[in-house]
């Protein structure tokens, strides 16, 4: 049973960082392609950042391309996003999802994976 859970979220203020934690279990990281999204009041959910653990690829979206890094260990079955020089528009609700790798990549860019977590808050003040 596929099961993710996100966490790290809370307020922060612009310029500030949190790291969120992606903890996955019944099944292995080097199988799936774990994807962070967020969604903000009244805005449709956005792809952030993915990463594939078994062959080191990752993804970010424009909006967040130098400023978050995403990573996994494989031996905690956790992914991170660390967030750097947060921004106000920034604020959302983050969530983890992940779906087998032969199709990881083409739902990720649909916002639509097999398996989501339940959504953690970053609130970025200015």
């Known amino acids: 049973d596929v099961q993710l859970q996100a966490s790290g979220g809370g307020l922060v203020q612009a310029g500030g960082s949190l790291r969120l934690s992606c903890t996955a279990s019944?099944?292995?990281?080097?199988?799936?392609?774990i994807g962070w999204f967020r969604q903000a009041p009244g805005k449709e959910r956005e792809g952030v950042s993915c990463?594939?653990?078994?062959?080191?690829?990752?993804y970010y979206a424009d909006s967040v391309k130098g400023r978050f890094t995403i990573s996994s260990d494989n031996a905690e079955n956790t992914v991170y996003l660390q967030m750097n020089s947060l921004k106000r528009e920034d604020t959302a609700v983050y969530y983890c999802?992940?779906?087998?790798?032969?199709?990881?990549?083409?739902?990720?860019?649909?916002?639509?994976?097999?398996?989501w977590g339940k959504g953690t808050q970053v609130t970025v003040s200015s």
């Open positions: 999802a992940a779906e087998p790798l032969d199709r990881g990549w083409a739902s990720f860019f649909i916002a639509d994976m097999d398996s």
């Open positions: 019944g099944f292995s990281l080097d199988d799936y392609l």
């Open positions: 990463i594939s653990s078994s062959t080191g690829v990752t």
